[in-house]
């Protein structure tokens, strides 16, 4: 008798369930005699091991920003993973266009930061923080600063007392982040 499966999402080539197998993640029609599919999302990406819900936002959302990658040399690093069209995965640091200066925007562990700050002449200081006022950013909600100026909702946030209140989070005409 075959054991139940547990769904974790759809199939970013095929739209099939996907299954949660011994090393990974695969599409239910690759577990077949005849498989239809080849996809599949090993648990360890970029020598960090994937969580069932870290799999389960990228299978839904298709791109999640993740911390905790290491090279084989150790050196620790921020990335988005993404499906390519084969459905393999791909990494990137790149998340967009500075708004400030058009320059590319790259993440780190800590922030969002315009890849022009290194500048000679007029380097470019824009930076998201991807945690302000106690509220980790998720990535939806970066690219929304960037491309719309201001998240659509507000996010509960902590002030240094440590009261709570609901802001949404956007950039001022100098297109530096604040509360809204």
């Not at 084969?86 to 930061?113: A, E």
């Not at 380097?123 to 006022?133: E, H």
């Amino acid at each position: 008798m075959e054991s139940e499966k547990t769904v974790c999402g759809k199939c970013p080539i095929c739209g099939a369930d996907v299954v949660k197998t011994l090393k990974g993640w695969a599409c239910a029609d690759s577990l077949l005699s005849e498989p239809k599919c080849q996809f599949f999302l090993f648990s360890t990406v970029g020598n960090r091991k994937l969580s069932d819900s870290e799999a389960s936002i990228l299978l839904s959302e298709k791109r999640i920003l993740l911390d905790g990658f290491a090279t084989r040399e150790g050196k620790c690093f921020s990335s988005i993973l993404s499906f390519n069209q084969d459905g393999s995965v791909n990494m990137s640091s790149q998340i967009g266009n500075c708004p400030k200066c058009g320059g590319i925007l790259y993440t780190g562990p800590k922030s969002v930061s315009c890849g022009n700050f290194k500048r000679q002449e007029n380097p470019c200081n824009f930076t998201i923080w991807r945690n302000i006022g106690g509220h980790d950013l998720l990535l939806s909600q970066i690219e929304e600063i960037i491309h719309n100026g201001a998240t659509s909702e507000a996010v509960t946030m902590y002030d240094s007392r440590g009261c709570k209140s609901d802001h949404r989070i956007g950039l001022n005409a100098d297109k530096e982040v604040v509360r809204l």
